[in-house]
């Protein structure tokens, strides 16, 4: 039996498409100030933010650092946000719960437990958005599809086929929403009128759920193009990206840009993708790396669309080490090396007879692939004599060899 609902409640749920603009997608920041009953937190605290939620008597705010802040009445922990507080993209408050979801695309709940609501469905990933109703929750993935857990008295946990082609999700007490690609809505759930979308159900581009009642926003212009999803997947030896797009006018094709870390986004492909791509390979990576992605479409007049931006890490290098290049040298040659993970690394040159000739490495080394040149001299700066010699890696409890030869 559903356990009675006392005092006011007021559940606040946004979802946000990419706008349809030529400029690149912005992360602002900003500070809120807080009000009311019950406010105990630090104006400090709530600086540097990028989203908010609130749920019953308690409230979280999301920093641009990732981490979570939450205030307010903290029966069954709801404010107590789990360890590691790192890497959050997104938050949501229900009646005696919250939610954050990860940057790896994890979701993680947390508070009052009593229908499953902190109990995110396997597999636990590839989530993009996420929202709280009173007691229950839903989980955008990037395909499209909704998943649903917590509280399912009145079905707001059954999402109605086709399960596909949502771009937003939003919930209120006892009742569900997704917004669709097309800017159609669908709400399921407890019936107080909240579920029947007004006609023409059409052009809408933001919803939000209360209690008992819902809200959409539609958009008074055709939307030229919108990206209903678009994510990165790595792979051995690559990074794969997949997008979808709704779009009403014609296109020339599609255009993708790159950067790492803090670096500009620049252009990786020199021609235009065809207009019906969908996916992308990009193999010119290095293991171990961080890549911001952004896809643009190009319109019939020469105009950029651009994607909001996405974040993934390649793969990791198998611990390795290369034959030099060139083999045979006179005088400098180049040595490689991988490391799947940070380590202690040691790279010597010896003899024929086992003396140690030079050492190039000895220093903890960042994951990824290196590359190290050995000029043809000993630890003294003085040059070795022509012959064969062999280069040995040490990191962590692995070691490898390889033979070079030096001609003159």
Same mark, same amino acid.
């Given at each position: ?17 990419? #706008? ?42 999301? *920093? ?9 009445? &903290? ?6 946000? #789990? ?31 009593? &229908?499953?609501?902190?109990?995110? #469905?396997?597999? &636990? ?21 909704? @998943? ?13 086929? #086709? ?42 581009? +933001?919803?939000?759920?209360? @209690?008992?009642?819902?809200?959409? +926003?539609?958009?008074?212009? $055709?939307?030229? @193009? ?81 994607? $909001? ?16 290049? $060139? ?29 140690? @000739?030079?050492?190039?490495?000895? !220093?903890?080394?960042? !994951? ?33 060899? *390889? ?6």
């Amino acid at each position: 039996m559903k356990k009675g609902r006392g005092g006011l409640w007021l559940l606040l749920s946004v979802a946000i498409l990419a #706008p349809a603009t030529s400029a690149a997608p912005s992360r602002t920041t900003a500070s809120i100030v807080t009000w009311g009953r019950n406010v105990i937190v630090a104006q400090s605290d709530l600086e540097n933010l990028v989203a908010v939620a609130t749920g019953t008597h308690h409230s979280l705010a999301l *920093k641009e650092d990732g981490t979570i802040v939450a205030w307010g009445e &903290n029966d069954f922990g709801r404010c107590d946000i #789990p360890s590691p507080n790192a890497d959050f993209v997104a938050v949501a408050a229900g009646y005696y719960h919250s939610l954050g979801l990860k940057g790896g695309g994890t979701g993680l709940a947390w508070g009052r437990n009593d &229908n499953g609501e902190c109990n995110v #469905p396997a597999p &636990n990933a590839d989530f993009i958005a996420a929202a709280t109703g009173w007691m229950h929750n839903l989980g955008l993935r990037s395909d499209g599809a909704i @998943v649903a857990w917590g509280d399912d008295l009145y079905s707001q946990c059954v999402v109605p086929a #086709p399960n596909a082609d949502f771009v937003a999700i939003a919930a209120g007490a006892d009742h569900s929403m997704g917004l669709k690609s097309d800017g159609s809505i669908v709400v399921w759930g407890c019936a107080y009128g909240q579920c029947v979308v007004p006609a023409p159900n059409a052009d809408f581009v +933001l919803i939000a759920g209360g @209690v008992y009642h819902s809200l959409a +926003l539609k958009s008074s212009t $055709p939307t030229a @193009v919108t990206f209903a999803s678009f994510s990165a997947e790595p792979i051995e030896g690559a990074i794969v990206l997949h997008w979808e797009i709704a779009a009403d006018e014609e296109l020339q094709g599609f255009r993708v840009y790159r950067a790492q870390g803090d670096a500009a986004l620049a252009s990786i492909t020199l021609n235009l993708l065809h207009a019906s791509a969908r996916s992308y390979k990009d193999t010119a990576i290095e293991p171990g790396r961080e890549y911001r992605y952004v896809v643009a479409t190009v319109t019939a007049d020469g105009r950029e669309i651009r994607s $909001p931006e996405v974040v993934a890490s390649s793969a990791a290098s198998p611990l390795a080490l290369h034959q030099n290049v $060139p083999n045979p040298f006179n005088p400098e040659t180049a040595i490689g090396f991988s490391l799947p993970k940070p380590e202690h690394v040691r790279l010597d040159v010896y003899d024929l007879e086992g003396r140690l @000739v030079r050492r190039l490495v000895d !220093a903890r080394v960042q !994951a990824g692939a290196r590359e190290v040149e050995w000029n043809g001299r000993d630890d003294a700066g003085r040059v070795v004599a022509s012959g064969v010699y062999f280069y040995r890696s040490t990191a962590g409890k692995q070691a490898f060899a *390889k033979k070079m030869i030096l001609l003159k």
